[in-house]
């Protein structure tokens, strides 16, 4: 069965970076999309970025443009998100996510990575 | 960026109404419009893709509609296990907004 497994909590102090991972399985991972939604706590939901696993492509949302990086390593079937220069209201939980069709239609989703930028 | 508008912010139904919610897109986005459910502390759920399009193993008592600038989802009979925030979103451009969300309750 499909499945994104993210990494664990992380806490961090302002300016710092973070990455996130996301790992791939029951299914090829360079087919599809990942992308990135991230939200605060009692706020709703914020599209980050997508990245193609299988050429490596990305686009961003023009907020995080400079401050993130979507990566992947396909022999590990695992897709990253950093986030860099760390400040309190990047506070949120953070998801990876399938596009199983190019059109922002995201079947399978991560369990969420809650980051804490604190100081 | 292209701005979602979800109407209402909150409301509160009694098992088996029929629910009614609405997304305003701030400017033409054909049909490229999803739904998504979310119940607390855990990921969105795809419940409509396409405007009016059911997700594979979605309950039929969810439909979608609409197209343009205006956006219908509706539960035609609600339950206790669709309490949760309904967020629409629109892929007609980057960045793939959100709506803001809207809360549902049981009254």
């Known amino acids: 069965q499909v499945q994104l497994v993210q990494s664990g909590a992380e806490v961090k102090k302002p300016g710092a970076s973070v990455k996130v991972s996301c790992k791939a399985s029951?299914?090829?991972?360079?087919?599809?999309?990942i992308n990135w939604v991230r939200q605060a706590t009692g706020q709703g939901l914020e599209w980050m970025g997508w990245?193609?696993?299988?050429?490596?492509?990305?686009g961003y949302a023009q907020k995080f443009q400079g401050r993130v990086t979507m990566t992947r390593n396909t022999s590990i079937s695992t897709a990253y998100m950093e986030l860099s220069s760390l400040r309190s209201e990047d506070t949120a939980v953070y998801y990876c996510?399938?596009?199983?069709?190019?059109?922002?239609?995201?079947?399978?989703w991560g369990q969420g990575t809650l980051v804490t930028v604190s100081s | 960026d292209i701005q979602m508008t979800q109407s209402p912010s909150s409301l509160s139904a009694s098992v088996g109404d029929r629910v009614t919610i609405t997304c305003q897109a701030s400017?033409?986005?054909?049909?490229?419009l999803n739904w998504y459910q979310q119940k607390p502390g855990k990921a969105p759920k795809l419940l409509i893709y396409?405007?009016?399009n059911l997700e594979t193993g979605v309950p039929s008592r969810f439909s979608g509609s609409g197209s343009g600038t205006d956006f219908t989802f509706t539960i035609s009979s609600l339950q206790p296990e669709d309490i949760a925030t309904y967020y629409c979103?629109?892929?007609?451009?980057?960045?793939?907004?959100f709506g803001q969300g809207t809360r549902l309750e049981i009254k």
């Open positions: 996510a399938r596009d199983i069709s190019g059109s922002a239609r995201f079947d399978y």
């Open positions: 029951g299914y090829t991972f360079t087919s599809y999309d």
């Open positions: 990245m193609n696993p299988n050429s490596g492509n990305t």
């Open positions: 400017q033409d986005i054909s049909n490229y």
């Open positions: 396409d405007a009016s």
């Open positions: 979103q629109q892929y007609d451009n980057l960045p793939h907004t």
